[in-house]
């Protein structure tokens, strides 16, 4: 049974990979020479009922029916509806990068090292582990973008509000036609680490005014003399 399935899962990915493929937001690129094959290789993985949040944004993909993946530093993939509602997220143990994208509405998680492509499915809770045979390059490169427009729906990834934050990636927002922006993912660990810039900031500030003020003093006392 299980070998009838992958063997199933090789015409259906073959054709699927062989035909030109599209991750939202880039311009269409043909993937000729991409193709997912079985392997014996494991990972370790897990479906969660509670999305992963605090990571760093590695890359983001929605698909063209505008559902939405993000991908985040602490090997976990998030999963949301059309209108930012959390489904489920996915996490895998990986020592190296990873990215995600989509074909048409098929999640796919790629893993650089290793090469391989982990595809959950969330119906049956199970998650597939295929090997990746086409140009890593190719690959990588039209899956980490920072911003898009699928459908009319824009997705952008937005500095904080504060003048403290990273310059990029702090969350991912999307906006619909002459709406307000909704924040989908915001990175906690930035938020923690402005605090830490801001008591700092503070710290410096209060060191230069005792200096100052010591200076002062000094001068006034030499002035006494």
Not at 151 to 164: V, W
Request: glycine content about 6%.
């Amino acid at each position: 049974m299980r070998r009838e399935r992958a063997v199933i899962g090789v015409l259906l990915l073959s054709v699927c990979f062989i035909s030109p493929m599209r991750t939202a937001a880039v311009s269409n690129t043909t993937f000729s020479d991409s193709m997912l094959i079985p392997t014996d290789s494991e990972v370790s993985t897990e479906f969660l009922t509670e999305a992963e949040d605090g990571g760093y944004i590695q890359n983001f993909a929605v698909s063209d029916t505008g559902s939405i993946a993000i991908c985040i530093n602490s090997d976990c993939v998030n999963f949301y509806q059309k209108d930012g509602t959390f489904l489920y997220a996915v996490r895998y143990y990986s020592s190296g990068m990873s990215r995600v994208f989509w074909y048409k509405d098929n999640p796919v998680i790629y893993l650089v090292r290793g090469n391989l492509c982990l595809i959950p499915y969330e119906a049956h809770q199970s998650i597939e582990v295929w090997e990746f045979t086409g140009s890593e390059s190719d690959l990588l490169s039209e899956t980490v973008f920072t911003n898009c427009s699928v459908n009319g729906t824009f997705y952008q990834m937005l500095p904080s509000d504060s003048f403290l934050s990273r310059s990029k990636g702090y969350q991912l927002v999307m906006q619909n036609s002459g709406e307000t922006q909704q924040v989908i993912y915001t990175d906690k660990k930035d938020a923690r680490n402005a605090v830490f810039r801001l008591l700092l900031i503070i710290a410096v500030f209060l060191g230069t005014a005792v200096a100052i003020w010591k200076n002062i003093r000094l001068w006034r006392d030499l002035m006494h003399l």
